[in-house]
């Protein structure tokens, strides 16, 4: 039998090692999850622990690995969420909102175009009849001054609007180009809301992901129902404009009848008194940007639609030089000194200390309210008892059939079984150790595709075993029936576990949650097993005949 | 000699084809029935195909059928089943149902008001009731789920026929894809005699016998594969039953431990995951009947060309490296 060379032996122990300590805190996994748990919250406080979280760090030594495979929501419990985004709601807004504009674009050429007025059309349309069709050319060409280029990869080159001309009518619409990157940003937008949303709830490791086009997947472990899960993301962030009032250091000022006390998000100990009554809301927000000054420092840059804009515009006529409040949950972000006079309902926000600082207000500002409305397609609420119960019977069944498998094993090929036996056993723990490495989701069907893999896996020891009894029929030597069924037997177990691949992978691809997880591991379970049940066995009993030096072997 | 539990003789001899019209026959009959009853009954598809609302109810006191079906009647929901989960790893006071309410004519979307008023209508004659899992999947989500599934058995079946078809020759690859078809079709035959429910994991446990199946057969074809180039003279029939003899031990062997941890699992993995265990211990079964009476009988119906040069090319792509 030709000698393994000593780096493969090195090498494959080196695995089996790493397996064992990577797969050890899933057998502490309270103690190992409390740890993590403390190390995260650390990390986010900038190094900063409480005595409490130093207590669960230690918990844990530093220097062993501390990932754990985490639970999936039927093991955890938890809400799971598929809601599509109406992303044409954005469209009529859109419309809404270019009225005024185009209005007042066509006021100067009323001698040329005579009398402007909306006409009914659909939601994505907008169309404007003029009582005077001689006037159409200048009236378009005033239009076409309202159309911007289309900011994508694919759009480049195309405007925003595409406007025609139909009978005395004007007719505008959303480009195709225009309408893809609305939906993208529309999409983009709710789940930077979503998200928002469930990390301000504090729940451990949620999902919050696009799918397709325009639906988003949100699933929250530890969350008592879907319909929970459903109030916290519906909720809008509260944005509005106020007067101000006055500044102060006191926490505890009276701020008078209808008005509010409340802290500066950015200077701590400093708040603001300010009118109750908004002068404007968030509902009023078409969108905001990061964007920079005259003298280019960061700022954002920010829109309202028509109302918003008229009460806007009038507020600031009246209080130049007075500041007014943006404030978001009861936290006032910044309260800057109206400059002007802000007539076209946009206008910017300065103060921001960086460019991510604006960023983070542009975002939060557009997080403010849902850009769309959302309609849930799929929803699923798992208790966290059920969860406890099918993680019992998971680890029941998973020793239960180790056991037998191992047995049976035992009683078939006596010593080779155990030698069988040793790579079942490193394999389910290498597959633990993966997993836990790359942090796949461990579920209900994952558990069942482990418990699989130990029946299915000893199939290549079956294989090779089953040859080395032939080739020991046929009469060779020990040594030379064992190197000939591991080498006969090859061809066979990698076409059956290549065609296995191939379907865990189509499992993986068109597969979604329960599916997607037992594909993972049953995926898993093949490239690890192909390892133990071909090089791990192989070691072991070479190392066996090396030192036993046996003159006849039963298999 | 040591003690060696042996299920097959260290040497066999059986004629699998003695029999081969009639295990072929009783193959293609039932395939046809079960085409037939999945057409005439229909399959009972869960709420990922058929979209609608299953709530699973828990309570210490015993589940009364009568009493939750006159409590939602009332509610006027239209479509709703009502059946008692029973499973031994249940503790003496946790009884289980579980209620299905079917999907609602032209909503797309979920209704969550109608999970409401089930909920308190239910809560009303059991205040000791909780709801550990409720799933909502709507009409247009469903819809897209059953073409998905269908496109990941037709796709499973499509790469295994083509992987078969370059690794050994066209006959084999028709061969194991009949086997294949006859597993699944068979298994959706008996979901559809005993009106089992078929959900998401149900197509899991179909891929997953697609893919033991054909692991199952790939492991005698490649044996008839290496006996073509040893036997240059035997006669095709002699060949595959040698062969099919010489692997029943592993065939035997490898379906008896999945079988193990397969029957492990349908006793104490939980009642969630029954219906999945199920259909995987029929696949093991099916596959392996039909490895040995389907998918050799097509091959010896349609011949396998024994030119004078067997495929050598694909025997030594893996036998050059070194294990």
């Known amino acids: ?555 | 000699m040591a003690f060696r539990l042996k299920l097959v003789p260290e040497k066999t001899d059986i004629d699998f084809f003695h029999i081969q019209w009639l295990t072929f026959g009783i193959s293609i009959v039932l395939m046809v029935a079960s085409i037939i009853c999945v057409g005439v009954m229909g399959l009972n598809f869960g709420v990922d195909f058929k979209g609608g609302t299953t709530i699973r109810t828990e309570s210490t006191t015993p589940v009364e059928i009568s009493v939750y079906r006159d409590a939602l009647d009332a509610l006027q929901i239209g479509d709703v089943s009502i059946t008692e989960v029973t499973d031994p790893s249940f503790r003496d006071d946790q009884h289980v149902a579980q209620v299905r309410i079917g999907p609602r004519e032209g909503e797309e979307a979920v209704t969550a008001e109608v999970i409401a008023e089930v909920e308190g209508a239910l809560k009303a004659i059991d205040p000791a009731i909780t709801f550990p899992q409720v799933e909502s999947v709507g009409p247009k989500v469903s819809g897209e789920l059953i073409w998905k599934a269908i496109g990941a058995v037709v796709a499973g079946t499509i790469g295994i026929m083509i992987y078969i078809w370059m690794r050994f020759e066209w006959q084999m690859a028709l061969g194991t894809v009949a086997a294949m078809l006859h597993d699944v079709i068979v298994t959706l035959g008996i979901w559809a005699v005993f009106q089992l429910k078929f959900d998401l994991s149900i197509v899991a446990a179909l891929l997953t016998i697609l893919g033991y199946s054909v692991n199952d057969t790939v492991v005698i074809f490649d044996r008839l594969r290496e006996n073509l180039a040893k036997y240059k003279t035997m006669p095709l029939r002699d060949m595959m039953n040698l062969t099919a003899n010489e692997t029943l031990s592993r065939t035997v062997m490898t379906a008896s431990t999945t079988l193990i941890s397969l029957i492990v699992l349908i006793i104490w993995g939980g009642d969630v995951i029954r219906g999945f265990v199920f259909a995987m211990i029929l696949g093991v079964l099916l596959g392996t009947y039909s490895t040995l009476y389907m998918a050799k009988n097509i091959v010896l119906f349609l011949g396998v060309n024994r030119g004078d040069k067997p495929k050598k090319r694909d025997k030594s792509e893996f036998a050059n490296v070194d294990a």
């Open chain 1, 1 to 555: 039998m030709t000698p393994t060379p000593l780096w493969k032996r090195l090498l494959i122990l080196v695995v089996c090692l790493w397996g064992v300590l990577a797969a050890t805190p899933n057998a502490f996994y309270q103690r190992a999850e409390t740890h993590n748990d403390a190390v995260n919250a650390i990390a986010k406080a900038k190094g900063v622990a409480t005595p409490a979280q130093e207590a669960d760090r230690a918990l844990w030594p530093n220097w062993l690995p501390s990932a754990v495979m985490p639970l999936g929501l039927d093991l955890r419990g938890g809400a799971h969420l598929l809601a599509r985004v109406e992303v044409s709601d954005v469209y009529k807004a859109r419309m809404n909102s270019l009225w005024p504009e185009a209005r007042d674009a066509l006021r100067p050429l009323r001698d040329q175009v005579g009398a402007v007025r909306r006409a009914p059309s659909p939601e994505d349309t907008l169309r404007i009849t003029i009582s005077n069709p001689d006037g159409m050319t200048a009236a378009l060409a005033a239009m076409q001054k309202l159309t911007t280029p289309v900011m994508t990869l694919t759009g480049a080159g195309q405007n925003d609007l595409s406007i025609t001309a139909e009978g005395n009518d004007i007719v505008i619409r959303l480009t195709d180009a225009e309408k893809a990157a609305s939906d993208v940003r529309t999409v983009q937008q709710s789940l930077e809301i979503i998200r928002n949303r469930v990390d301000q709830a504090g729940t451990r490791e949620p999902t919050i992901q696009r799918q397709g086009s325009d639906r988003i997947l949100i699933q929250v472990p530890g969350i008592g129902s879907a319909a929970e899960l459903k109030s916290l993301i519906g909720t809008t962030a509260k944005l509005t404009f106020n007067r101000v009032i006055s500044r102060t250091t006191d926490a505890s000022a009276n701020p008078g009848a209808r008005n509010l006390l409340l802290p500066s998000k950015g200077e701590s100990g400093v708040y603001y008194i300010i009118e109750e009554t908004p002068v404007v809301s968030g509902d009023d927000l078409v969108d905001a940007q990061p964007s920079f000054d005259q003298n280019g420092a960061p700022a954002v840059s920010f829109r309202f639609d028509s109302t918003g804009a008229r009460k806007f515009g009038d507020y600031t006529a009246e209080n130049i030089g007075s500041p007014f409040a943006i404030v978001l949950d009861n936290q006032v972000i910044s309260a800057p000194v109206i400059q002007s006079h802000i007539p076209g309902g946009s206008g910017i926000i300065t103060g921001s200390q960086n460019v991510e600082e604006s960023t983070e207000l542009a975002v939060l500002l557009r997080a403010g309210a849902l850009p769309a409305g959302m309609e849930f397609l799929e929803e699923r609420t798992i208790g966290p008892e059920l969860g406890a119960d099918s993680i019992a019977a998971g680890k029941t069944a998973a020793v239960i059939g180790g056991v037998a498998v191992i047995a049976y094993m035992v009683l078939c090929y006596g010593m080779f079984g155990w030698f069988a036996n040793i790579a079942l056993v490193l394999n389910i723990i290498i597959m633990v150790a993966v997993l836990s490495t790359i942090g796949a989701t461990l579920t209900l069907p994952g558990i069942a595709g482990i418990v699989l893999t130990m029946g299915m896996a000893v199939d290549a020891n079956v294989l090779i075993f089953e040859r080395i009894r032939e080739e020991l029929r046929i009469g060779l030597s020990p040594a030379r029936a064992v190197e000939a069924g591991f080498e006969r037997a090859f061809s066979a177990i990698m076409d059956s576990n290549i065609t296995g691949l191939m379907t865990g992978f189509i499992m993986y691809w068109i597969g979604s949650g329960p599916v997607r997880g037992f594909a993972v591991t049953f995926m898993l379970g093949i490239i690890t097993s192909l390892f133990t049940a071909v090089y791990v066995t192989r070691l072991v009993i070479e190392l066996y005949l090396n030192w036993k030096r046996p003159k006849a072997i039963v298999v």
